[in-house]
């Protein structure tokens, strides 16, 4: 099993950044691809970022790329997720998640395991 605990939510004003952090542990982190999701008031829960176990290798989505970063610390056992130029339209709760075997669905929400999220609020 493994624990995917977020933290770094908040208020933020538009055009500001923001940097969520997930720590895990468990089981082998370095071993996991990782990834960021999120989940609007009233929408389904969506894809954001996604990075593999080396770190060498990410993919966004289309509405985050070139303003969101993912990152991860092999060492620390913690996969980064860094917001900038932020949006109103990014409000929503950001999700961690972990995934043993092969890149994340970008078209659904799927993983082995998920954090209990983390809320992140963008005023205009």
């Known amino acids: 099993q493994v624990q995917l605990v977020e933290s770094g939510g908040g208020l933020v004003q538009a055009g500001g950044s923001q940097r969520l952090s997930c720590a895990a542990s468990?089981?082998?982190?370095?071993?996991?691809?990782m990834g960021w999701f999120r989940q609007a008031p009233g929408k389904e829960r969506e894809f954001v970022a996604h990075?593999?176990?080396?770190?060498?290798?990410?993919e966004y989505a289309d509405s985050v790329k070139g303003r969101f970063t993912i990152s991860r610390d092999n060492a620390r056992n913690t996969v980064y997720l860094q917001m900038n130029s932020l949006k109103p339209e990014d409000t929503a709760i950001y999700y961690c998640?972990?995934?043993?075997?092969?890149?994340?669905?970008?078209?659904?929400?799927?993983?082995?395991?998920w954090g209990q999220g983390t809320q992140v609020t963008v005023s205009s």
């Open positions: 998640a972990g995934r043993g075997i092969g890149w994340f669905s970008q078209r659904t929400a799927t993983a082995n395991y």
């Open positions: 990075i593999s176990p080396s770190g060498a290798n990410t």
């Open positions: 468990g089981r082998t982190f370095s071993n996991l691809f």
